[in-house]
């Protein structure tokens, strides 16, 4: 896999238009990018994450005068939400236009649409004329990737190239918000916190999807949600409680097969047995986020790892993403001390 520098984005376009595949930078995540509208690069992505057919991919565009090119009936409320947010991490979920092909939204009436905030991928979008489908740059089911190192461990020899953009300054995937219906519907908390969505929108429908674990009969709004997910190969157990209570907790059960991800305050105090990774101190939420799945991802490569306590962090802003995250790579496994 070729890894292009920021005066290489010429190049990533003529990839793209050969209908090869190209690992982007975005503000949230990597993305796995492909011409939305050929069936050919669509195809591969789904191949080379090893994907379910029914999750569709969202669509990738360099500002919001895209919108009425591929999408129908755009409400008000997208129009005030693009004005305020993007280039951002919020997604929309809208009405599409017959141009969206059945093969990016996995035959729903609706698509995705992103306008990122990454300088050379917002580069790339206005130099190919189309717009661009990308997933997280991950095999299915692994963390999402938000580093190159993490791109080149899930896909190197698979794919044509990434373009290197350093790590990714959020590090959880962005919020999807569903415009489509009567109604906006939270579809995935992420990198946006929701309480600004709702200075727009209002008080906000959540999708269960996002706190709860599915039974097999129920089918989410995002297709993905439904999936396991951001896991690692050991198993998560999610700590909750205020931070000294979960300290104590993992204190008490830790054992030398045990992974610990907790806030940097307690590292010394929980560096006793087993691996102990930290992911920012209790009150940086973006710190949390933004190591959250470069942690995840270390843990794998400790096979003696077989259980991974996780300290529970405040569900407000980005915490909720980051509770999401937890969350599903634990399958909703909760310890309240
Ligand atoms: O931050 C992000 O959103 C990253 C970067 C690369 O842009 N992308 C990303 O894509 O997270 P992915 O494929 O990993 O997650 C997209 C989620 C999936 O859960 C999918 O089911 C849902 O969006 N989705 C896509 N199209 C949809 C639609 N038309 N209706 C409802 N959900 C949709
Ligand atoms: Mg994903």
Redesign the pocket.
């Known amino acids: 896999m070729r890894i292009l520098g920021k005066n290489e984005i010429l190049a990533a376009a003529e990839l793209l238009r050969r209908d090869e595949l190209v690992a982007?930078p975005?503000?949230?995540?990597?993305?796995?990018?492909a011409n939305a509208l050929s069936k050919t690069a669509v195809q591969k992505i789904f191949a080379v994450k090893g994907?379910p057919m029914d999750?569709?991919?969202?669509i990738?565009i360099p500002d919001a005068s895209a919108l009425d090119l591929y999408c129908l009936n755009v409400p008000r409320e997208a129009y005030e939400l693009a004005n305020a947010f993007w280039p951002g991490?919020v997604?929309m979920?809208l009405k599409?236009k017959a141009c969206i092909p059945d093969f990016?939204?996995?035959g729903?009436d609706?698509?995705?649409v992103?306008c990122?905030a990454c300088a050379p991928t917002t580069e790339l979008l206005r130099m190919v004329d189309f717009p661009i489908a990308?997933?997280?740059?991950?095999l299915s089911g692994r963390p999402?990737t938000t580093r190159v190192a993490h791109v080149i461990e899930d896909l190197d020899g698979k794919i044509e190239a990434v373009m290197d953009g350093g790590d990714c300054e959020i590090g959880?995937?962005?919020t999807?918000i569903?415009l489509?219906g009567s109604r906006p519907v939270l579809?995935?908390p992420?990198?946006l916190p929701v309480e600004e969505l709702e200075h727009i929108l209002g008080k906000m429908e959540v999708d269960p999807a996002i706190t709860h674990p599915l039974s097999k009969d129920v089918r989410?709004?995002?297709?993905?949600?439904k999936?396991r997910h951001y896991a690692p190969k050991a198993q998560v157990v999610v700590v909750t409680g205020t931070p000294q209570r979960s300290a104590a907790w993992i204190a008490d059960h830790c054992t030398t097969d045990t992974g610990i991800l907790c806030f940097e305050e307690y590292h010394d105090m929980l560096s006793l047995k087993g691996l102990t990774l930290t992911f920012g101190n209790t009150d940086r939420i973006d710190e949390q986020a933004h190591e959250l799945f470069d942690k995840l991802r270390l843990f794998d490569h400790h096979p003696e790892i077989n259980v991974i306590y996780i300290q529970a962090t405040s569900a407000k802003g980005l915490g909720s993403a980051v509770m999401n995250r937890i969350g599903k790579a634990s399958g909703f496994r909760f310890v309240d001390p």
Do not use: C, F
Request: charge should be positive; hydrophobic fraction near 35%.
């Open positions: 982007i975005t503000e949230t995540v990597y993305g796995l990018g994907r999750n569709p991919l969202i990738h991490p997604t979920v599409r990016v939204t996995a729903l609706t698509v995705a992103r990122p990308a997933p997280s740059a991950n999402s959880v995937e962005s999807i569903d489509s579809l995935r992420g990198g989410p709004k995002a297709p993905g949600m999936y």
